[in-house]
């Protein structure tokens, strides 16, 4: 099994989505994993749900993820938009992470898991951390 197979499995991908490749960063203590679909992969549109829409242009964005053992960890995938005959152009949904959100649907479980005042903690960690400058976007 190759490591990016072990990372679609444990990151719940669905086609058309995979994994590009990972790379670690041991002096940042960092996983960068990559997304990316097949050249030519259809998405459905976000509001009326037409399918079979073919990626209209992409913007590259990066999700804060669960930390990998020490690594902090980041998916970064290029984000298809695509062009509806009822809604115009529209940015997909994808399975890990809620529409606008810059973390995943897991690291956000693991956060709104912690107690109230820890969880005003990690999110004010996690901003900062995000901040301009600080090299995360
Ligand atoms: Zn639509």
Redesign the pocket.
């Given at each position: 099994m190759r490591d990016t197979d072990l990372f679609q499995m444990a990151l719940g991908l669905t086609p058309p989505w995979q994994v590009e490749s990972c790379e670690f960063a041991a002096e940042q203590k960092r996983l960068d994993i990559r997304l990316a679909f097949p050249r030519g992969s259809v998405f459905v549109?976000?509001?009326?749900?037409?399918a079979d829409l073919k990626a209209y242009d992409t913007t590259e964005k990066s999700w804060r993820h669960l930390n990998f053992f020490q690594h902090e960890a980041w998916l970064t995938a290029k984000l298809p938009r695509v062009k509806?005959?009822?809604?115009g152009v529209?940015q997909v949904s994808v399975p890990w992470a809620r529409p606008g959100s810059g973390f995943t649907l897991l690291f956000e479980a693991l956060v709104m898991s912690l107690p109230g005042p820890c969880q005003h903690e990690a999110w004010q960690s996690m901003w900062a951390s995000m901040a301009p400058g600080s090299g995360a976007w």
């Open positions: 549109c976000p509001q009326c749900g037409q509806c005959d009822h809604c529209k």
